[in-house]
């Protein structure tokens, strides 16, 4: 299983430094661990710290990673319960076409 350090190094990769999001994110592993994304500001800033977010995905780390491999479909995830967004859900749906 990945780290929480992997995937954070893996959205920042993923994000890039002007994705055009305009918009902050945050992923919430629960007992794993979070990562931020503000994609408001340029350069983007991906951390672990606990901010404010325009939008909140709570997901499981091991379902992250298997959306993450194409092995469970976001939809599937968010149909199971798996998956919760919180907040614009506009703005969940541009992370997704990016990720």
């Given at each position: 299983?990945?780290?929480?350090?992997?995937?954070?190094?893996?959205?920042?990769?993923q994000?890039?430094?002007d994705?055009?999001?305009?918009?902050?994110?945050?992923f919430?592993?629960?007992?794993?661990?979070?990562?931020?994304?503000?994609?408001?500001?340029?350069?983007?800033?991906?951390?672990?710290?606990?901010?404010d977010?325009?939008?909140?995905?709570?997901?499981?780390?091991?379902?992250?990673?298997?959306?993450a491999?194409?092995e469970l479909?976001?939809?599937?995830?968010?149909?199971m319960?798996?998956?919760?967004i919180?907040?614009?859900?506009?703005?969940?749906?541009?992370?997704?076409?990016?990720?």
């Open positions: 299983m990945k780290t929480l350090a992997e995937v954070t190094q893996r959205l920042r990769e994000v890039g430094e994705s055009g999001l305009e918009a902050t994110f945050k919430d592993f629960g007992g794993d661990g979070l990562v931020h994304i503000d994609a408001a500001t340029v350069p983007h800033v991906v951390t672990n710290e606990d901010r977010a325009d939008c909140t995905i709570s997901i499981a780390l091991d379902d992250f990673l298997e959306m491999a194409g479909n976001p939809t599937t995830a968010f149909m319960g798996k998956l919760k919180d907040g614009s859900m506009s703005v969940a749906m541009k992370l997704a076409d990016l990720l």
